[in-house]
């Protein structure tokens, strides 16, 4: 059974900064594809950034320059650093995985087989 535990939300003022982190066992992590996928009460779901099976990575318009993901592969863990956080960014973050995504379809969430539990994100301005 994959298991997704995040860690590292919390509440920030706007202007700060949050690391999350996603421990992932009992798959061969680093040729999965995993993103973070985040939720804000009364919205859709939303991809946030991705790491592709192979490597490459890709960041939602709203995040880019402000958001980093990164994997840890020797430790099975997935990051997502958040600076210069904004009030727009509070939701839960959710860390998902899978062993494969077709390009076309590598924001939704549908194609992501295993997820965690998520950890809330709340940015207060």
């Known amino acids: 059974q994959v298991q997704l535990v995040e860690s590292g939300g919390g509440s920030v003022q706007a202007g700060g900064s949050l690391r999350l982190s996603c421990a992932a066992s009992?798959?061969?992590?680093?040729?999965?594809?995993m993103g973070w996928f985040r939720q804000a009460p009364g919205k859709a779901r939303e991809g946030v950034a991705i790491?592709?099976?192979?490597?490459?990575?890709e960041y939602v318009d709203s995040v880019k320059g402000r958001f980093t993901i990164s994997k840890d592969n020797a430790r099975n863990t997935l990051y997502l650093q958040m600076d210069s956080l904004k009030p727009e960014d509070t939701a839960m973050y959710y860390c998902a995985a899978a062993p494969y995504v077709p390009w076309s379809s590598r924001w939704n969430g549908l194609q992501y087989k295993y997820w965690g539990q998520g950890t809330q994100v709340t940015v207060s301005s």
């Open positions: 790491v592709e099976g192979g490597g490459s990575i």
């Open positions: 009992r798959f061969t992590y680093s040729s999965y594809w």
